[in-house]
T-cell receptor
Framework: GQQLNQSPQSMFIQEGEDVSMNCTSS?????WLWYKQDPGEGPVLLIA?????ELTSNGRLTAQFGITRKDSFLNISASIPSDVGIYFC??????????????FGQGTILTVHP | NAGVTQTPKFQVLKTGQSMTLQCAQD?????MSWYRQDPGMGLRLIHY???????DQGEVPNGYNVSRSTTEDFPLRLLLAAPSQTSVYFC????????????FGQGTRLTVV
């Protein structure tokens, strides 16, 4: 079954508020990725993390690769209406029988009220 | 700058019918995969391939077949469509070495009645 536990499942916030979501896993991942999906579209990559402890920013987005390699979080600062969408975490294990396989969390549905 | 192309975008099938969802990528990616997206379930991996001639099962492979005869194409076949296969299907591809960003197609919305 699915190995990534993403929370929260949904968030309703006011424009201008900060947002935080996270993913945890029972397995170690070598790469953590955060995607955003707009309605009717495929997911698009926001941030990629490749090293334990790495903290990476992309505009108002900040993501961190947990030290244990079993978790990651995504923060969005000063949210705006176009941040609405579904956010997915994804993990990649580079070796073993799961070589190349990318596993996704259940997604966080973000709604931003103007 | 095509990236990952999926066809069709929408499809309605009757129970028991068969069809093939097409996926093509022009980035010379070794890895290709199929996911289905259902409300509250996220993206669940159906089948994946790490190169031409190599395929493997994901989390929810039952009812689906795949083949990878070329690097570019990775079709997904539904042999006997069932209502439980009503879903949105996404194809994704990525390189196996270096940065492992997966690129997604725009999805195929399938309804089985």
């Amino acid at each position: 079954g699915q190995q990534l536990n993403q929370s929260p499942q949904s968030m309703f916030i006011q424009e201008g508020e900060d947002v935080s979501m996270n993913c945890t896993s029972s397995s170690i991942f070598n790469t953590w990725l955060w995607y955003k999906q707009d309605p009717g579209e495929g997911p698009v990559l926001l941030i990629a993390l490749y090293k334990a402890g790495e903290l990476t920013s992309n505009g108002r987005l900040t993501a961190q690769f947990g030290i244990t390699r079993k978790d990651s979080f995504l923060n969005i600062s000063a949210s705006i209406p176009s941040d609405v969408g579904i956010y997915f975490c994804a993990g990649h294990r580079a070796g073993g029988t799961s070589y190349g396989k990318l596993t996704f969390g259940q997604g966080t549905i973000l709604t931003v009220h103007p | 700058n095509a990236g990952v192309t999926q066809t069709p975008k929408f499809q309605v099938l009757k129970t028991g019918q068969s069809m093939t969802l097409q996926c093509a990528q022009d980035m010379n990616h070794e890895y290709m995969s199929w996911y289905r997206q259902d409300p509250g379930m996220g993206l669940r991996l159906i089948h994946y391939s790490v190169g031409a001639g190599i395929t493997d099962q994901g989390e929810v492979p039952n009812g689906y077949n795949v083949s990878r005869s070329t690097t570019e194409d990775f079709p997904l076949r539904l042999l006997l469509a069932a209502p439980s296969q009503t879903s949105v299907y996404f194809c994704a591809s990525k390189a196996l070495q270096g940065n492992t960003e997966a690129f997604f197609g725009q999805g195929t919305r399938l309804t089985v009645v």
